[in-house]
Nanobody, 126 residues
Framework: QVQLVESGGGSVQAGGSLRLSCAAS????????VGWFRQAPGKEREAVAI????????RYRDSVKGRFTISQDNAKNTVYLQMNNLELEDTAMYYC???????????????????WGQGTQVTVSS
């Protein structure tokens, strides 16, 4: 089974940028979707961006559209999340997750992702 390890988190001032990496121990192409999620203290985990593994289709939550970009490098078995123009509200633990779930024409919800990394902290300060 694929295992995921996130890296690239850190502390940054508002307006700054970070790039998160999600490295897979196995072939990430064996999954159907890979997503980035985040969870702030006291809040539920929420989807940030999802990509079709091996494809170009992506989906973003409204609050990060135009600022975040999810991408993948299958040769490196890695999925990235480029985060620009970071805001205080982006502060959270960020998780990478993958799923083999597939239903034609449907994006998976959080509950469909069954492979999770350990998370990487992103802190945005003013």
């Amino acid at each position: 089974q694929v295992q995921l390890v996130e890296s690239g988190g850190g502390s940054v001032q508002a307006g700054g940028s970070l790039r998160l990496s999600c490295a897979a121990s196995g072939y990430i192409s064996s999954t159907k979707f890979v997503g980035w999620f985040r969870q702030a203290p006291g809040k539920e985990r929420e989807a940030v961006a999802i990509i079709v593994t091996g494809g170009r289709n992506t989906r973003y939550r409204d609050s990060v559209k135009g600022r975040f970009t999810i991408s993948q490098d299958n040769a490196k078995n890695t999925v990235y999340l480029q985060m620009n123009n970071l805001e205080l509200e982006d502060t959270a633990m960020y998780y990478c997750a993958a799923t083999n779930w597939y239903e034609r024409g449907t994006w998976p919800g959080k509950e469909r992702f069954n492979i999770w990394g350990q998370g990487t902290q992103v802190t945005v300060s003013s």
